[in-house]
């Protein structure tokens, strides 16, 4: 009944992804840990009772998949987890912590991407779409996630604001520089978007937002045609937004508030290293 067979496999992960939901965790969650899932269960042949494997063979496996090939400590940390909750929603089964422990993240200051190389990149592209994907994380500090699923009535022009539903569904306000409403117009206009509600950037089915694997992959090609640093990725911009806001003089629990973030020592990272984001020099509008 539990071996590792193709159709046991996806009623797995299955239930995985519909306890996730339940939970409120985002697609970003369920593609992490179901990519750790298939990792694991693939890692077994068809014949194998994944439910009676011991903890120790799964302790062996992570030595194996995982130390062993020096994947970093966050895909670890992803990695139990993953497996972790598997085997709790799946198997009824706890995983021994002492056996299995979450490994320490070493505290790493964020990268942050100079001011004239975001000009550059920015300037340089031609897509409205995806200049405004690159605005709205540099200028208001978004995550992939919230670009992905900004609505048009959570914009406020007139008050300078946007309203985002950030991690675990918390609601917060964040600046919105007059720069960055230029370009959600212009998109708009370009696109023909004259609705009061909705997703602002909708997926090719017009049923729900973009995927946000398509920012993500997009920024990935990004990458590759700029030469960039292997650290630097989408998250690199927020960073960024969070950085340079600082160093302009701003208020570190404003930009606590700004970021969604639930413990100000998050925050704290970017007091290490911010521009008038209104007054942003060096955009080109056409």
């Not at 239930?15 to 697609?27: F, I």
């Not at 194998?48 to 062993?68: A, G, M």
């Not at 994380?137 to 699923?149: K, M, N, Y």
């Not at 639930?262 to 290490?272: F, G, P």
Request: proline letters at 2%; glycine letters at 4%; one cysteine or more.
């Amino acid at each position: 009944f539990m071996k590792n067979t193709e159709k046991n496999r996806i009623k797995w992960v299955e239930k995985v992804k519909y306890t996730l939901e339940l939970g409120g965790k985002s697609e970003r969650t369920f593609s992490n840990y179901k990519s750790h899932i298939n990792r694991f269960l693939n890692y077994y042949d068809e014949t194998i009772e994944i439910n009676k494997l011991s903890d120790d063979d799964i302790v062996d496996y992570f030595r194996k998949q995982y130390i062993d090939l020096n994947r970093c400590s966050a895909s670890l940390n992803v990695g139990i987890c993953s497996i972790r909750f598997l085997y709790s929603i799946c198997f009824n089964r706890k995983i021994n912590k002492d056996l299995l422990p979450s490994t320490k993240l070493s505290k790493k200051m964020p990268t942050i991407i100079p001011k004239q190389l975001f000009l550059k990149i920015f300037n340089e592209e031609i897509c409205l779409k995806y200049k405004c994907w690159l605005i709205l994380a540099f200028c208001s500090g978004l995550r992939v996630d919230e670009v992905a699923t900004l609505r048009i009535e959570n914009i406020y022009p007139n008050e300078h604001k946007l309203k985002i539903l950030g991690k675990r569904n918390k609601e917060r306000y964040t600046i919105l520089p007059d720069i960055v409403t230029k370009f959600l117009r212009l998109y708009c206009k370009e696109n023909h978007i004259t609705d009061k509600q909705g997703y602002l950037f909708i997926s090719h089915d017009k049923q729900n937002h973009i995927n946000s694997k398509s920012i993500i992959n997009y920024f990935s090609n990004l990458k590759v045609a700029y030469n960039l640093d292997k650290n630097i990725s989408f998250h690199t911009l927020r960073h960024s937004f969070a950085t340079y806001y600082l160093m302009n003089g701003g208020n570190i629990i404003t930009l606590k508030s700004m970021l969604g973030h639930s413990h100000l020592d998050t925050t704290n990272r970017y007091l290490h290293i911010a521009q008038n984001f209104n007054q942003l020099e060096g955009i080109k509008y056409a």
